[in-house]
């Protein structure tokens, strides 16, 4: 069975203070690791996709990691605007290409 | 870029109506779509599958009597939930996969149901 493993629950930055978003997950067949931004009320919104161990991707202060057990998502010198959820998922090609979510890190970032 | 939009973001309804979501991919096809259910701070989970031109696929413990999908063309998908209880009472958010710079799964915006 797929599992993704998101820590910490919760994280408070001040602005300005760099920090990493752990994702841990065990795959049969991995397709694709994702990451999304989730806010309140609302669906998530794509980031980014890894495909292989590896692979880096870089978005504004957003660079998301990938090894064969992990992936990391830092945020580098945060802003007020970056609190939200973060959701990470991952694609097993070997059970439909369907995706199986991590439980979310929630990010406040004060001012 | 891709774009899939939900109707209606959100809705009331009394026990024992029923309640109709929307969930339509506005610039893409999709042959499969893919509704979840969240609960307050949790993550999401996924309901089923839905597949045009097919039954749809239900996870485990989901009764697919009570959550009807209906995928009627390539851009929409429909999620009914029938003879609402206010357990039902969640966030719904449905998800389509487009092919475009690699394959990636684009949310709705979700629909917020309360059932009184």
């Known amino acids: 069975e797929d599992q993704v493993t998101q820590s910490p629950e919760a994280l408070r930055l001040q602005e300005g203070e760099s920090s990493s978003l752990n994702c841990s997950y065990t795959?049969?067949?991995?397709?694709?690791l994702f990451w999304y931004r989730q806010d309140p009320g609302k669906g998530p919104e794509f980031l980014f996709t890894l495909y292989s161990a590896g692979e880096e991707k870089e978005k504004e202060r957003l660079k998301a990691t990938l090894t064969k057990k992990e992936s990391f998502l830092h945020i580098t010198a945060p802003k007020p605007e970056d609190s939200a959820t973060y959701l990470c998922a991952v694609e097993d090609g070997n059970a439909g290409n369907m995706l199986t979510f991590g439980g979310g890190t929630r990010l406040m970032v004060k001012p | 870029g891709a774009v899939v939009s939900q109707h209606p973001s959100w809705v009331i309804c009394k026990s024992g109506t029923s309640v109709k979501i929307e969930c339509r991919s506005l610039?893409?096809?999709?042959?499969?779509m893919f509704w979840y259910r969240q609960f307050p701070k949790q993550s999401l989970m996924l309901m089923a599958t839905?597949?045009?031109?097919?039954?749809?696929?239900?996870e485990q413990g989901v009764e697919k009597d009570k959550f009807l999908i209906n995928h009627a063309s390539l851009t929409l998908s429909t999620l009914t939930v029938t003879s609402a209880h206010p357990e039902d009472s969640s966030f719904y958010i449905c998800?389509?996969?487009?092919?475009?710079?690699?394959?990636?799964?684009?949310f709705g915006n979700g629909t917020r149901l309360t059932v009184t």
């Open positions: 839905s597949n045009e031109g097919s039954k749809a696929t239900y």
């Open positions: 795959v049969s067949g991995l397709r694709g």
């Open positions: 610039d893409f096809q999709a042959t499969t």
């Open positions: 998800s389509a996969p487009s092919l475009g710079q690699g394959r990636t799964l684009h």
